[in-house]
């Protein structure tokens, strides 16, 4: 059987709660388990640039927004969350390109080489062009528009790094 329905603690956990998760089969399924998965994957990496982040907000601002604000979920949104802001477009840019090519392995791991009527990224279909049918011209292309994708995406990292706020 080419999709067994009980591997795995994420389609276990689905029918623990009643969903007959049928990845493979179904695209919503597929498409539910993969960006599970690709998030899980990347929760660790987040929380410490995240950490860090917060590890670096000085201890006077800290001291300062305590006096200023007497609520602390207030504090966080005034002072603590907008000193994280360079720290989380940082991150954004990171999770865009890690979704767009570090979850090759993902999709060819939860598709099993048949990926049907299933969700795939550019990076994939570029492989199953390419590769699988031989359509290296078609899959060409694709790499090209890829290629300027990443260039984009690279020119407004740095263009939004150098309008950084400065907090002093």
């Not at 477009?89 to 979704?99: H, K, M, P, Q, V």
Request: aromatic fraction near 14%.
């Amino acid at each position: 059987m080419l999709f067994d329905q009980h591997i795995g603690p994420l389609n276990d956990l689905a029918h623990a709660l009643g969903w007959n998760m049928q990845i493979g089969v179904n695209y919503f399924d597929t498409a539910f388990a993969m960006t599970v998965i690709a998030v899980w994957k990347q929760i660790p990496i987040n929380f410490i640039f995240f950490l860090s982040g917060l590890q670096s907000v000085p201890k006077s601002v800290q001291e300062a927004a305590a006096v200023d604000c007497k609520s602390s979920s207030r504090r966080f949104w005034t002072v603590t969350f907008p000193l994280l802001a360079p720290t989380s477009f940082f991150l954004l840019i990171i999770n865009i390109t890690y979704a767009l090519f570090d979850t090759f392995g993902i999709i060819d791991l939860v598709l099993k080489g048949e990926p049907g009527n299933n969700p795939v990224t550019l990076v994939y279909k570029v492989f199953l062009d390419g590769f699988r049918g031989n359509d290296l011209g078609g899959s060409s292309a694709q790499s090209v528009i890829l290629m300027i994708l990443v260039f984009a995406l690279t020119v407004f990292q740095f263009r939004m790094i150098e309008r950084r706020v400065h907090y002093s």
